[in-house]
């Protein structure tokens, strides 16, 4: 039987979200990285890597990285000179001409880009407009195990929920996986893992049974609610945020829940007594959040709201939750 129970987003965020401390130095409030952005898409990784970018920096201390194609790298830039952006990854059209071999050393050569970083980063987001390139898919799957190999968490949106669904054993049973699906994505991971349709009737136990038979990765279901399972609790988050959808909603959802994410991660190894689970947090704290700002945005832009808009909402929604002094 469900035994879903609604979070106290509010809570959750005043529990992980750490007080403004002037010792910090750079870096030291959450060091973020996305891997997306492709010839079609640049909005999607922007979004996610501002918005973990504006949180963290909220306290003082910030650190958020990018690493996309080289067609996108100036376009991204050109968005904020904040973000670090690492123009790396390629796509099937730049080595057509290649051998096999000299494919192989592409792939390599993008890896150890990211593997320079990957000790350094509290958390990576995987998937934001990545696109389904198959070359640059099989230099991401390859960036996913290298993840693994040092325990850095991650969270896969967009067309990283592609590319899993397709090659599941890449998250399996890797309890640092977060999987964010929008309706579309969540319709193909049923189908593929649990071989059958969405069902609305049952929708806790469903998604209860898929994190479970994914090895207790977290998924966090959007929709009207959203629901958090690790395949043993389902956990909602019902805030109302607006009546608007605009496209990078979901995409500063993911940047927010590795942001929160590595901040449970640190508070639960500073305290045994602690026994929550820090994916399930960071899910809770980041839907609770995106709903807040989404919420205020709307009330001061309406029917215009942009996913922009809700971006500038971030800070004083974490504000009016943890005020910072
Ligand atoms: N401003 C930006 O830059 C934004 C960019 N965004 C980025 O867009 C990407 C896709 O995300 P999304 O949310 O549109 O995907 P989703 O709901 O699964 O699919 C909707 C329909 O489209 C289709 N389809 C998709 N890709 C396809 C492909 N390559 N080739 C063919 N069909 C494709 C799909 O078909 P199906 O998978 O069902 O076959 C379904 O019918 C992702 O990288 C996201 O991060 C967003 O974050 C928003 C802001
Ligand atoms: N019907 C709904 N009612 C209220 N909130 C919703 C609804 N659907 C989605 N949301 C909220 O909007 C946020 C983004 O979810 P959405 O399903 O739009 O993601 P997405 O399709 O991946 O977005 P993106 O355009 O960034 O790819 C989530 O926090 C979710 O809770
Ligand atoms: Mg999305």
């Known amino acids: 039987m469900s035994s879903t129970t609604e979070a106290d987003a509010e809570s959750v965020l005043r529990l992980v979200t750490p007080s403004l401390d002037l010792k910090r130095h750079k870096g ?11 010839r079609e898409y640049t909005g999607a990784p922007y979004f996610a890597a501002i918005s973990a970018l504006k949180i963290v920096s909220s306290f003082g201390a910030d650190l958020s990285h990018v690493f996309c194609t080289k067609d996108a790298a100036p376009v991204i830039k050109s968005y904020s000179p904040e973000l670090i952006v690492h123009p790396v990854l390629e796509e099937s059209y730049t080595v057509s001409h290649f051998s096999e071999e000299e494919k192989r050393q592409v792939q390599e050569r993008v890896v150890g880009e990211v593997d320079k970083w990957m000790e350094r980063f509290d958390c990576l987001v995987i998937g934001p407009g990545l696109g389904r390139d198959p070359f640059l898919l099989e230099c991401v799957s390859k960036i996913m195990l290298l993840a693994k190999k040092f325990s850095v968490p991650f969270v896969v949106d967009g067309d990283g929920l592609f590319l899993v669904t397709n090659s599941i054993d890449l998250v399996n ?11 579309n994505e969540y319709k193909r991971l049923v189908q593929r893992v649990l071989n059958c349709e969405v069902d609305e009737e049952n929708a806790e136990d469903q998604l209860r049974s898929l994190a479970s038979q994914i090895g207790g990765v977290t998924i966090l279901r959007k929709g009207k609610s959203d629901l958090i399972s690790n395949g043993e609790i389902v956990k909602s988050v019902s805030i109302y945020g607006s009546p608007r959808r605009c496209g990078g909603q979901g995409d500063i959802l993911s940047g927010s829940v590795a942001v929160f994410l590595s901040w449970s991660q640190q508070l639960i190894s500073g305290h045994e007594s ?13 839907s609770g959040l995106l709903r807040k700002a989404t919420s205020l945005a709307f009330t001061k832009h309406k029917r215009s709201t942009l996913t922009s808009d809700i971006i500038e909402c971030l800070g004083e929604s974490l504000e009016d939750i943890c005020p910072a002094s």
Do not use: D, W
């Open 28 to 38: 030291q409030a959450g060091k973020i990285a996305v891997i997306g952005g492709c």
């Open 173 to 183: 049973s890797y309890p640092l996986a977060v999987l964010t699906p929008n309706v």
């Open 274 to 286: 602690l026994s929550e689970n820090p994916a399930i947090l960071g899910c809770i704290a980041a």
